[in-house]
């Protein structure tokens, strides 16, 4: 059970973790049901704005866990509609968290740890490292957060924000359970997708969790030198290992993941790195979700052309792979992952 210490306080809890409380202090179980109504439906941000709660239960939780709310520190809005936020959580750190509305949607991409092991070179985030993990309710806040800002209810999640959502499991795993659930945020499952480098373990557990889930990785190059060279932090990871697992994870659940391929000029969108990546989706129950990739200073990568990318559309279109460009959003304000937060100087 978190401390008052404990950064993420109360939201440290999943759905268990609040009735595992609330019987330890010999209270009914329906009273974790009040615990998240007030947390997740009401976003409260005092246990003594909790007015169906007994006063006594109130005090003995305020003396025993923060109950942190996140603070907006700075709010970037695209001209396409979209709108990153740097945000502040109860221990000084910050993430980043976007809202994108596409029609009758609002999606929310959000973050599972701030800042991140994994280094990948094109991404922002990783410039920093590793801060902490956050806390599952820490991850609803944000869903939250951007559905207050746009008056919209969320339709649809990535965990594709700041962090490795693998390398904190358990946490993402109850922060999606509240996010599905009917009585929390009532987002359908196959509208809850979580981003991974390729952790086979946590590909492994997220196969065999009941919820239909959505799946995807971040492949970037089916050559493993490059592959390694793009990606530090799963280097370990071959590519005959993740493939294995992607088959394992379809035949299990029947589900087609997606495959992250960000393309950055003459490192992975060569004719070379092309046959590369036919060759290992060929056979695979897979879609290749095509990424130009956003410009970060400090990596010196650059996005490869509009026509290399269409050449690489194509071309598995050509061989028989689901295959489609990610339409770009936000790119007159800081897109790629963390840099809103690098730029605020922010741990």
């Known amino acids: 059970m978190p401390s008052q210490t ?82 502040g959580l109860g221990d000084g750190s910050a993430i980043e968290t976007v809202g994108l509305p596409v029609g009758g949607r609002l999606t929310v991409c959000f973050s599972t740890q701030a800042g991140c092991a994994m280094g990948c070179s094109f991404c922002a985030t990783g410039l920093g490292g590793l801060v902490r993990d956050l806390g599952p309710g820490e991850m609803v806040d944000q869903v939250n957060l951007v559905a207050s800002d746009f008056a919209r209810r969320v339709t649809n999640v990535v965990a594709m924000g700041q962090g490795e959502p693998f390398a904190n499991y358990d946490a993402v795993l109850g922060a999606l359970r509240f996010m599905n659930a009917p009585d929390v945020l009532g987002i359908g499952a196959r509208h809850i997708t979580v981003s991974t480098c390729g952790l086979l373990g946590g590909i492994r557990r997220f196969a065999a969790e009941p919820e239909q889930f959505t799946l995807a990785v971040s492949l970037h190059s089916a050559v493993q030198s490059t592959r390694d060279r793009l990606m530090p932090g799963v280097r370990g990871v071959s590519l005959a290992a993740l493939r294995e697992s992607l088959v394992e994870y379809a035949e299990t659940t029947g589900r087609r993941p997606s495959l992250e391929y960000a393309l950055v000029a003459g490192v992975n969108d060569t004719d070379g790195e092309l046959a590369a990546l036919i060759a290992f989706c060929r056979g695979l129950l897979v879609h290749v979700n095509l990424i130009p990739v956003n410009s970060v200073a400090e990596s010196g990568l650059t996005r490869s052309g509009d026509s290399r990318i269409h ?37």
């Open 6 to 87: 404990n950064p993420a306080g109360i939201k440290a809890l999943d759905r268990a973790g609040l009735q595992a409380l609330v019987a330890e202090l010999g209270e009914a179980r329906f009273r974790a049901t009040q615990l998240e109504h007030w947390l997740y439906g009401r976003a409260a941000c005092s246990f003594a704005e909790m007015t169906d709660l007994p006063a006594a239960l109130r005090a003995t939780l305020a003396g025993r866990l923060a109950l942190p709310c996140p603070e907006v520190l700075q709010v970037q809005r695209s001209s396409d509609g979209s709108r990153k936020y740097l945000v």
């Open 311 to 347: 050449a690489f559309e194509s071309s598995l279109r050509a061989a028989g792979i689901e295959a489609s460009t990610r339409v770009e959003r936000g790119t007159d304000i800081d897109a790629a992952c963390g840099q809103l937060r690098q730029r605020a100087g922010s741990r």
